[in-house]
Structures are given as structure tokens and as C-alpha cells.
């Protein structure tokens, strides 16, 4: 299937908004449509479109994987609430733990993470609400590296070949597909999102599981979300397009209270990007990376080494896994 890019530069927002909300209407009827919101600017562009196509017809939900970041939950169903949606939390974090049980490799975690989420959870939500449509955040920029098989984005179906009504039961609606995230972050200003949503850095759709090498268990994830949510406070302010703590497999020799330890690694990578095709590492001064590190080091038991990515998009991804 063949998609129309249409460029950040082409973009009319309003013309935009009206015709999405027009064929998102057209397309649900008079039947339900669930928008599975996490927060990221895809989403909630996204349930916006929805909200405002659909009001009542359409349910919102922040599936609670445990697999997000610390506190967002409660954000994302405080931000919406104020901005007139009523956002739903489904505890599904046993679900996700268990499919992701013993896999180390990549591409099958990012499988484990798409059939749990489609498969399980989203089936069982469009089935208790009678909702026969799914509203998600695709943008091209998935749909051409899944495609290209760089990695297997969660929400790429039919490119693949894969009818989402006949693998799930129901149909999933795509209304930013043609756009890159420069676009998105436009529609999302344009339809009155608040700044925290529409700069946001990006989120990858498997969430922490695509920043833990190896194994993704609830201790692991604790780790990372830890050293991201310090990467996050003190690279907010940088202007780069997105930043992250990645854990790493191996154990590495450090030294804690003076004794030989064989500890974590962190690595912390910072990009500059327009759209996220391509990307290089942030020039960061020293004493930003020497106050991560300290306070990764210091705050997040047994880590005793902290690493800067310096290698560009490609041949390095902006996500380790």
C-alpha cells in the first residue's frame, strides 16, 4: 500500500483537522471507537482527532503496562481530564511481564509487546465496549522502518501484509500515517494540546522495554526508569529532539565503598533530529554528562558505570533495541 507523504512544509493544520475528523467520523458511524492513549504526542494527537470526531462514541484508555515511565499514568489522565477527556487505567502489567518472561532477543520482545497489546488487552477492551475500531498514532516514519526491516514497530499491520480484522477482530484507524513527526507536532499545537504534549520527546511504542538489553523484568525496568526520569530533568531543557537511559546486559568492574563490584551500565544517548530519519548524538557540555552520571551513580544502586552514544542515525539507531 502506497502513502501519500504529506510534508511539514505542505501542511495546512486546519484543513488537516477537518478532514481527519470528517473521515474518522465516516469510518466509525454510528458504531464505538477506543483510542489506546500513552501519553506521547501520536496518541494524543490522535485521541484529540477522535474526541472531537467522535465525543461520547469514542473510549480512551491508558493501558498501565509496566513498562512506562515514573508518574505516567497519573499525568496523562490529569492533562486530558483537563482538556474535557475522560481517560480509563487498565492494569495489564501482569500480562506484559509474563509474554516478555525469558526473551532477550529484540525483534521477539517487540513481538511479545504487539501481540499482548493487540491480541490481548486491545481484544478484550473492543469487546467488553462493542468498539469494532481502534484510533492509533502511526506515522510514516514506522510504517518505512518496519517496512525496510529496521525494527518491527508494534503498530505497523497492513504494510506487513497483516489485515488487523481478521488477526484481532476489528479495524484500526491510522489518521497521521502520511505524516513525519515535525507534522504531528503541528496538528497536535493546532488542535490546542498544551506544549508538555505536542514538544514532547519522542516515546517508543514498547515503551522501557525498548531501552533494558536482555531480559525486561519489573527490576530491570525499575533501574532504567530511574536513570530516565534523572536524564529527563536534566536534559529537558537542551532543545534536543529526544534523550534516554538505556540499561545494559552486561556487568561491568567498578568499585563501591571501596570494594570490587561487578555492576550496571548505563548508557545515555541525545539526539538532534528533525524527523527522526536521521540523527546525531547532542553535543553535550561535560559537566551535564559528569551531573548524570554522578547522580545516575549515586541514586541507582549498584551502577558503576555511566557511557555517552556518539555514534550518528545511521548506522546507529535513536532506541538501543
Not at 502520511?178 to 488542535?191: C, P, T
Amino acid at each position: 500500500m502506497s502513502i501519500k507523504e504529506i510534508k511539514a512544509s505542505e501542511l495546512d493544520p486546519e484543513k488537516f483537522i477537518d478532514e481527519k475528523i470528517e473521515e474518522i467520523s465516516k469510518t466509525v458511524g454510528e458504531g464505538f471507537g477506543i483510542s489506546a492513549l500513552s501519553g506521547g504526542v501520536d496518541s494524543s494527537t490522535v485521541t484529540i482527532l477522535g474526541h472531537k470526531a467522535l465525543g461520547t462514541k469514542l473510549k480512551v484508555y491508558f493501558i498501565d503496562n509496566g513498562i512506562m515511565r515514573q508518574g505516567e499514568a497519573e499525568n496523562i489522565i490529569s492533562t486530558f481530564g483537563s482538556l474535557g477527556v475522560t481517560v480509563e487505567r487498565i492494569n495489564a502489567q501482569e500480562k506484559f511481564f509474563s509474554a516478555l518472561k525469558g526473551i532477550v532477543d529484540p525483534e521477539k520482545k517487540r513481538e511479545a509487546i504487539t501481540q499482548t497489546f493487540y491480541k490481548d488487552v486491545f481484544a478484550d477492551i473492543l469487546r467488553e465496549s462493542n468498539a469494532r475500531y481502534l484510533l492509533q498514532g502511526t506515522i510514516l516514519t514506522d510504517v518505512e522502518e518496519t517496512v525496510a526491516g529496521i525494527k518491527r514497530q508494534h503498530n505497523v499491520f497492513e504494510q506487513l501484509g497483516i489485515n488487523p480484522e481478521e488477526a484481532f477482530g476489528y479495524r484500526i484507524v491510522e489518521p497521521l500515517i502520511q505524516l513525519r513527526k515535525d507534522g504531528v507536532r503541528i496538528i497536535a499545537k493546532s488542535l490546542g494540546l498544551p506544549e508538555s504534549i505536542y514538544n514532547r520527546p519522542p516515546f517508543p511504542g514498547p515503551a522501557l522495554a525498548a531501552r533494558v538489553i536482555g531480559e525486561v523484568t519489573p527490576e530491570r525496568v525499575e533501574i532504567v526508569r530511574k536513570a530516565t526520569e534523572i536524564v529527563e530533568e536534566e536534559l529537558e531543557n537542551t532543545g534536543a529532539f529526544q534523550y534516554m537511559a538505556i540499561l545494559h546486559n552486561d556487568r561491568v568492574t567498578g568499585i563501591i565503598e571501596g570494594k570490587r563490584n561487578f555492576g550496571l551500565q548505563i548508557e545515555i544517548r541525545c539526539w538532534d533530529s528533525l524527523d527522526a530519519r536521521v540523527a546525531t548524538p547532542t553535543n553535550l557540555p561535560y559537566d551535564i554528562l559528569s551531573k548524570i552520571s554522578k547522580r545516575i551513580t549515586s541514586e541507582i544502586d549498584n551502577v558503576v558505570s555511566v557511557t555517552y552514544n556518539i555514534s550518528c542515525k545511521p548506522p546507529s539507531t535513536m532506541e538501543a533495541v
